[in-house]
């Protein structure tokens, strides 16, 4: 720039600073398909387990024994997330939460495998899942547990 000369500037021309988006893709017929049997599956299990698995768990763990959890489960957890090659319909992998418990687990992913409401994505078989069951159920009893692979 030059001493004394103003900036010269060009005007913006309209239609450039908005962004030029494309429509989404639609599902296809074989996905399609899973979300429909996952929405009857996650209606059945929300009837029958109509409060959180893990609300209990976490006021053992947070030392607060007497608190019961009585939050009604809203979501289901993956235990072993989509994106991670868990499976949406496999019963086994599945929990039903509150929303408190689901961002809590999402957050705090070590502290949520310690307590066997999460695993990761190599602990994708039945003698996991059922280890992960085990942890679960040893907190539920206010016994402090963790599944045999944690190190930490």
């Known amino acids: 720039m030059k001493r004394g000369k ?13 962004l030029k988006r494309s429509p989404l893709n639609n599902r296809s ?3 399609s398909d899973k979300y429909v049997e996952r929405r009857s599956l996650v209606k059945e299990l929300l009837s029958d387990q109509p409060y959180c698995e893990a609300c209990l ?5 947070d030392g607060k024994p007497g608190v019961i959890g009585v939050n009604h489960s809203m979501d289901i957890h993956e235990l ?9 319909l496999q019963r086994i992998n599945l929990l039903a939460v509150c929303r408190p418990c689901h961002t809590r ?8 495998e310690l307590l066997g409401l999460h ?11 059922h280890e992960a069951k085990r942890v679960r159920n040893e907190w539920k009893n206010g016994t402090a547990a963790k599944p045999y692979w944690f190190s930490n």
């Open 80 to 88: 072993v997330n989509r994106s991670q090659g868990g499976s949406i």
């Open 119 to 129: 695993l990761e994505s190599w602990c994708n078989t039945d003698q996991h899942f």
């Open 29 to 31: 017929k074989k996905m």
């Open 57 to 61: 768990i976490f006021a053992v763990k």
């Open 105 to 112: 687990i999402t957050v705090n992913p070590k502290e949520a």
């Open 6 to 18: 103003p900036l010269r500037r060009t005007p913006l021309k309209r239609g450039d600073s908005q």
